[in-house]
């Protein structure tokens, strides 16, 4: 079951706040969080284990609810460079080499 | 430097034609997997393998086939079964528990 990304998209100034939601209909085992700019790879942010714990370096941090079964990315003081797609990518369960489970994705645009 | 290389970076398919994708990784991850991506639709697994000589289909598998007989192999090929093959193929790769590391992705179009 594909999680579900919102907002699809969200443009901000620079230096203004982002929050990012992923939801799942299922119990998820952990939660990944990627950065994809256009025609790129996409780059690990954070990864998310069951427990509600809260992670996150420099300005980008993220949470777990596992009682909503929801992750949350929050950019702080957004930077030019945090412009691009958002994708969280989920597991059911705890093998931790089967694969991701995707959303959609969140763009995000950062003017200057 | 280790790192996951995908080739080519473009390739086309001809009607009724077979083509493989390469990946080879040197990062000594014992997972790797493939993943399809289509405009708005995010990334979705085709197939993954943990071992050597042992892969499992992922949510998208029909019209593909892979192989894992080396640590740092797996390539992909798209058969003529796979209707709507035009889309970006990344690869990644990941040690147990741990992040994927994807590679930079090949785009395959239709001639």
């Known amino acids: 079951q594909q999680p579900v990304q919102s907002p699809q998209a969200v443009i901000l100034r620079e230096g203004e706040d982002a929050v990012i939601n992923c939801s799942s209909s299922k119990a998820l085992y952990s939660v990944h969080w990627y950065r994809q700019k256009h025609g790129e790879a996409p780059v690990f942010l954070m990864i998310l284990l069951k427990g509600g714990e809260q992670k996150g370096h420099d300005k980008i941090s993220a949470s777990f609810n596992e009682k909503k079964q929801q992750s949350s990315l929050y950019l702080t003081a957004s930077q030019l460079s945090y412009s691009g797609t958002y994708f969280c990518g989920t597991e059911l369960s705890g093998g931790g080499a089967d694969g991701l489970t995707f959303g959609k994705g969140t763009h995000l645009i950062i003017q200057p | 430097d280790g790192g996951i290389t995908q080739s080519p970076k473009y390739l086309f398919r001809k009607e009724g034609q077979n083509v493989t994708l390469s990946c080879e990784q040197n990062?000594?991850?014992?997972?790797m997997y493939w993943y399809r991506q289509d405009p708005g639709q995010g990334l979705r697994l085709i197939y993954y393998?943990?071992?050597?000589?042992?892969?499992q289909k992922g949510d998208i598998a029909e019209g593909y086939s892979v192989s894992r007989e080396k640590k740092e192999s797996f390539p992909l090929t798209v058969t003529s079964a796979q209707k709507n093959p035009t889309a970006f193929y990344l690869c990644a790769s990941s040690m147990r528990m741990r992040p994927q590391h994807f590679g930079d992705g090949t785009r395959l179009s239709i001639l």
């Open positions: 990062l000594n991850h014992d997972a």
């Open positions: 393998s943990q071992i050597v000589n042992d892969f």
